[in-house]
């Protein structure tokens, strides 16, 4: 049986830059009670995001700050770069 323990939540938990190219963005999964508390489920979710992806959606990981550090790791020289690359490069930064 399920237990519920208030209102589920997820938002960002951290944000970090892990090569010269990608953003990685991981979830903090968790419920808030009645009386306010937050009972963590996970941290450990991670989405990366690579160079030249859309940043208008509206996915859990789309936050302002997230757009913002994008906008910076990305500039002009970093996606052409990454344009450059062949997937399997591409994929070994992924």
Same mark, same amino acid.
């Given at each position: 049986? %399920?237990?519920?323990?208030? /209102? &589920?939540?997820? %938002?960002?938990?951290?944000?970090?830059?892990?090569?010269?190219?990608?953003? $990685?963005?991981?979830?903090?999964?968790? @419920?808030?009670?009645?009386?306010?508390?937050?009972? +963590?489920?996970? $941290? *450990?979710?991670? &989405? =990366?995001?690579?160079?030249? =992806?859309? +940043?208008?959606?509206?996915?859990?990981?789309? *936050? !302002? !700050?997230?757009? %913002?550090?994008?906008?910076?790791?990305?500039? !002009?020289?970093? +996606?052409? /770069?990454?344009?450059?690359? =062949?997937?399997?490069?591409?994929?070994? @930064? +992924?």
């Amino acid at each position: 049986m %399920a237990h519920t323990f208030g /209102e &589920e939540k997820f %938002a960002v938990a951290r944000i970090g830059i892990t090569n010269d190219y990608c953003v $990685d963005v991981y979830m903090k999964h968790y @419920y808030t009670t009645e009386s306010g508390m937050e009972i +963590l489920i996970s $941290d *450990t979710m991670c &989405e =990366t995001i690579p160079p030249g =992806t859309d +940043l208008s959606g509206d996915e859990w990981y789309m *936050t !302002d !700050d997230v757009r %913002a550090i994008c906008a910076q790791q990305w500039d !002009d020289d970093t +996606l052409a /770069e990454w344009a450059a690359m =062949t997937e399997e490069k591409k994929q070994s @930064y +992924l």
